[in-house]
């Protein structure tokens, strides 16, 4: 099902495409009842417990202009999928087709879009539905499961294609690369929703907080990128891989770049800036842990001496 | 080899006596005195029980039972403890042991049970001893009581530092032996046994006493030391600790505490926090106001005649307080404070110039002053000698070093672990019936638009 397309054209994708799927993906999913568990747990536990259902897959229609060899995918709108007659709601499809057309002359329906891990043959009935609205319409594939470790994006377009299998000419479903346009609006909206929760966990409540997560992160990348360095150095050096020169020089030449300053000033500078700092988190710690202690005084005092002054409970600040 | 002969006795000794047990019955219990083959059966059983925790257990329940038999035949005992191994047989031995020295015990055979115990302690097994701490602790005290007897408390200071450790169930425990240890070293004068460990912060109290006395004591052994810093916080929290009525220990410890106070600080207020307990707050200044707050108030004037005359007119009362050392130290502290002020206002001054104004006798005496100053880092000063005259300078440190850095470092990561604790006592506190009770109370004059909506505290 996999080769890539020969048609030439270049595809590019929206990011509001891709964040109305999943967007589309997660509210049925937490919809559903009983809720379901993330797709890793049910691929390790097969259906072998019974409890987990399998997570739901979305469709729907993507809308776009095409503009000779490109096609720029801008917008997508959801679809019921209808089982009994294995097709998508056409009735729906036509309304809204209408209703963009009145605000966006200029879109076409492209394709369709689902949501699952690898395109399936029952995909292939829907495609060829659509071919009457778009003789070439594009399939746009989005993977719901969460892999840390990947670090492309789980979107794939397909095409279909006539190929030649077995002496029948069949339409299969090609793979086609495509790039990512963004634009302002929509690279802000991008930035607000990838800040909403970091990826290293923890609530990044306040900007310097978010700021200082970001910069560890940074620093945790790249001190574990050097130690891989490092790692393979000490292997080299003890013979067990075959030295390469190119390396050699090139890590040689890094390290000639660094510290550009080495000198006495720059390092009583330096510390001396370095303790400021952590005086002030000292001191924003003992600030906490007064009050924490004037609260617990407070609270001591109330419950057990038995002449206690009757003040009311005033604020800290 | 001796040990092992010994061992095949016992052994044949354990199988005659368990045939014999067979017929025997149980042990008698607390009325009838015990015979001589029943603590012999008790010994066997000590050795044949003390291989596995549960045997262990078992064993520890039929001591307890015997305990009161033992007692009453404290005198004859002492032989038997020479069959049974201190670090194996711990539990048993700790029983027999006990009850040895529950009766009145006389001067020589006071020396000699120092010995054993001493011996005892410091090869016991922790695990086994830990079945019946109280015993063990008060078997320590009886110890304590012996060393003081024979007039030797050197000799008790290494086995009691070495109990506390083991009856410790982790070092942020306080147990009846830190006083009491603490009072070995004082009274043996080896105070830096003493300081290792004041070094543990205490955070589990079960007797206030305890608190009160090991606070007590800790900060004499500071002020034996010099470390005044450290005697203030210890006697502070003597002075603040929660107390229904006020007791002795904290009247001496007020006391101390002014002292101390002026020869650190300079200055003294009477006034306490107000996380002391308010029957401390009311009472404790009407104790201590003759002589210690008045001496103060002279101090606080900053002339030294005033103040030797002070002093000498209230010489025995300081004096029946054992307090005179500490006072003379106030005194002494008195020219150092008038020597510091001086650094305030000149740059350079001539070593005669210094002795007038804080009334020494000579520039020579001043010289001895300010050197010693110099050398205890009160002070930065250069002492030219050929003019005589002293350059005041500023303090060298910048806090640029990485030690500094590690310091501050250390300090913030201690004030962490810190802050969680006070977290969790805050929320155990409001989780307390009797504080929820009175606050409950309290509550019900505040209306709703009262509370404003900012937290009242900001969760780092």
Redesign the interface.
Known sequence: MASSSSSGLTFKLHPLVMVNISDHYTRVKSQMNPPVTSTSCSNTNGNGNGAPAPPPRVYGCVIGVQRGRTVEIFNSFELLYDSATDSLDRAFLLKKQELYKKVFPNFYVLGWYSTGSDAEESDMHIHKALMDINESPVYVLLNPAINHAQKDLPVTIYESEMHVIDGIPQLIFVNSSYTIETVEAERISVDHVAHLKPSDGGSAATQLAAHLTSIHSAIKMLNSRIRVLHHYLVAMQKGEIPYENSLLRQVSSLLRRLPAIESEKFQ?DF??E??DT??I??L???T??S???N???E??????????R?G??T??? | MEAGKRKTEEEQQTLVDRKRKAEISEPPTTTTTVTMNAVETLVTQIQGLSGSPNDVVALHAHLNKVDEALRGESARLLPFLDQIDPSIHSLGYLYLLDACTSGPVSKELAANLVLITSRFITSCSTEQIRLAPEKFTGMCKRFKDQVLLIEAPMRGVAPLLVAVRKVQPSSEHLTSLHPDFLQLCLLAKCYKTGLSLLEDDIFEVTQPRDLFLYCYYGGMICIGQKHFQKALELLHNVVTAPMTSINAIAVEAYKKYALVSLIDNGQFSPGLPKYASSSAQRNLKNFCQQPYIELANTYSTGKIAELETFVQKHREKFESDNNLGLVKQVVSSMYKRNIQRLTQTYLTLSLQDIANTVQLNSAKEAEMHVLQMIQDGEIFATINQKDGMVRFLEDPEQYKSSGVIERIDSSIQRLMTLSKKLTNMDEQMSCDSLYLAKAGRERQRFDFDDFDSVPQKFNM
Do not use: P
């Open positions: 009583d510390l001396m370095y303790s952590l005086l988190t000292y924003a710690m003992f906490n842990c009050s924490t202690m609260e617990l005084v609270k001591f005092n109330t419950a057990y001496d038995r002449h206690s009757r009311g409970r604020a800290f600040i």
